[in-house]
């Protein structure tokens, strides 16, 4: 579609920080998606793993309308009653105590390094503010965050950047417990990390992690920011590991698509951040805190979590099956349904050829395939996907 005019329009006037394919998209349902052509594509990357109960659900819809309807803004200064309710459900459902909001999972992760570094200040440990975060690591694209972030391409032209910053390879408590000085205030890691390649720890580590953290009086943040809300076949990615963080970060499925970043935090580490400490003018406004109420409502009624851990199987399955049939699969891995084909080969030929047949899929790290369907994907759509990647695979 290089004579479309909304494309045409958009490379004239929006900063050309994405490299997007040339396509417009007009209208979805579930986890299919229509172009302004009027071709329908099956969705494997549902906003990268953001539309996790799919597109135009009409119970969030009706929800934020309501609200539109109602109340939409006021302000921190006051209180409102739907994200009292969503602070509660969120507490009531992990290990944290108290929640703080704002708009995106860059501020989510901004609001867990200010209060990490706030714990230890308001304890008078003033020196102990460095951050170890993991290579290959992704937590966003704020100042704070990108120097957060364990990949060079992120961070290049931007320097310098914040200091008190260090990476430890993902995977190895060794090399983490060597890292860990008096001067460190929390380790931060993603329980898979998405961006970075779709990489699951060893079944130990996080484990690990979690005891040298204690043994130091360490926070632990975790960066569930892609993870959370189900993603993994478990409400929150650290339920797998049989430990607990003591900071965790959420945005992308929260309100499935509208803009909501939540930090959780246990209550001896709140406290630190007081009165004025922090703040979000749009932080948890009404609006969108009753469309992050509706999906976690729907994602408990509709058992959505214990869903796509079955579907996930399913879809393992599959993928196991073209791993055995062609060479340049090298590896599934993955948890839940983020998932991931590592390749012999570039994706990005691939990622084309899916959308040219209605699929779309996404690359990271080049040879990586992820698969983020929203988590009500139906085993035929699945099905579908898989005869389409067999062809291609087949052409290679
Ligand atoms: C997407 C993502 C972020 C950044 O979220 P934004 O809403 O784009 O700021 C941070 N951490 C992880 C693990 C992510 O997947």
Redesign the pocket.
Known sequence: MPDNPVIHKADQHIAATYQRFPVVFTKGRGATLWDSEGRAYTDFVAG?AVCALGHAHPRIAQAVSEQMNRLVHVSNLYYTEPQTELAAWLTANSFADRVFFGN???EA?EAAIKLARKYFKSKGETRRYEIIAMEQS????TMATLSATGQAKIKKGFEPVLQGFHFAPFNDADALERMITDTTCAVLI?PVQ??GGVCCPDPKYLKAVRHLCDKTGTLLIF?E??TGIGRTGKLFGYQHFGIEPDIMTL??ALANGLPM?AMLAREHIAEAFGYGAHASTFGGGPVIAAAALAVLKLIEEEKIVNRCAETSKYFVGHLEELKAKYDVVQQVRGLGLLLGLKLKVEGAPIVTACMENGFLINCVQNNILRFIPPLIIEKKEIDDLIRCLDKILADI
């Open positions: 990268i995106s999972g860059a992760n992704f937590h966003g694209r993603e998405g961006e960066d920011i892609q945005a992308k970043g």
